[in-house]
């Protein structure tokens, strides 16, 4: 067991755990960052939406935030969190090769995991014809042809969205009865509808081919979908006690009604993009920083706000 306190412990070292890392160093705290470089936007291979690093590879964005990082008393870890639990006055993290670490705090920026259909095919595409965000993607195939894929998760917004970067927009059902809501804001797009169920999808040189059950296919530009996400707190369990953080977040600064459990990036309450999450690991890393100081030195500073009404 690494018999150092840590200030604080972070999971994650995408940007949000990254960032949280660069406030609470620059503020003197004694900070361990543990990644298992299982990020979910890895697949896509480069970030975009974020100033001076649109379309920096994650390899390089992670590489240079951590060199910029050395200059502070911030130690990386590559390896996976197995669980995380109160531990007194601390928290107990363990580790599946380094060891357990002891720290005041912990901030938890594991981020999600995305759970693809099971259309066969779509695995081996994600990241590069088949995409989710449109912010973050779209530009790259705009003015192709796009279907939007709503047989799992309905996508009727999406395609809406992808409008402005696509004059052809298809949306595909995949068998699913659309409610009648779903079915208006297609017709209000403009977006056609295909009921046919998928098959398979397999690539195209013009991006991806779709294969339809009854034998017919046809090639889009790109692939886009919403995907049903899995929150990556299985090491907070059974501390957790909750189906995902973000139900348990008491403040827009990361802060949970679990006490020394901060929160920030993707399973918190924000939108799931780079900067963003970026943003909200500086606001835990405030948050954090405060409420230390509160801790050793009290009533020299006000406490924080109440905390929000449940969602």
Request: charged share 25%; hydrophobic share 40%; aromatic share 6%.
């Amino acid at each position: 067991m690494d018999t150092q306190l840590y200030d604080t412990v972070i999971v994650g070292g995408g940007p949000a755990g990254l960032n949280g890392a660069l406030y609470l160093g620059r503020s003197r705290r004694r900070v361990l960052l543990i990644d298992s470089g299982d990020a979910r936007n890895m697949a896509a291979g480069v970030m975009h939406n974020v100033l001076t690093n649109d379309g920096a590879t994650i390899a390089d964005f992670r590489a240079r935030s951590r060199a910029q990082l050395a200059a502070y008393d911030v130690t990386f870890h590559d390896d996976e969190v197995v669980s995380a639990e109160p531990d007194g006055d601390h928290v107990r993290v363990t580790t599946k090769e380094s060891g357990t670490f002891r720290t005041r705090t912990l901030l938890y920026a594991a981020g999600v995991r995305s759970v693809l259909p099971p259309v066969p095919g779509l695995a081996d595409l994600w990241g590069r014809t088949v995409l989710e965000c449109p912010y973050c993607h779209a530009w790259e195939v705009r003015t192709r042809s796009f279907a939007v894929y709503g047989g799992t998760v309905p996508s009727e917004c999406l395609a809406a969205t992808l409008t402005v970067w696509s004059d052809s927009i298809t949306y595909l059902t995949d068998r699913r009865a659309l409610p009648q809501d779903e079915r208006d804001r297609l017709t209000a797009a403009g977006v056609p509808v295909v009921t046919d169920g998928v098959g398979e999808v397999k690539p195209h040189p013009e991006g991806v081919e779709v294969f339809f059950e009854d034998g017919r296919s046809a090639s889009y530009g790109a692939l886009f979908l919403h995907l049903d996400i899995e929150p990556r707190v299985a090491p907070l369990r059974p501390w957790l006690q909750a189906p995902d953080l973000e139900s348990v977040q008491t403040d827009e600064r990361g802060r949970t009604s679990l006490p020394r459990l901060y929160v920030a990036g993707d399973l918190g309450r924000n939108m799931q993009q780079a900067a963003m999450a970026a943003a909200s690991g500086g606001l835990a890393g405030m948050a954090i920083n405060a409420d230390l100081i509160r801790e050793d030195r009290p009533g020299s500073l006000p406490e924080p706000p109440p905390p929000m009404p449940a969602r």
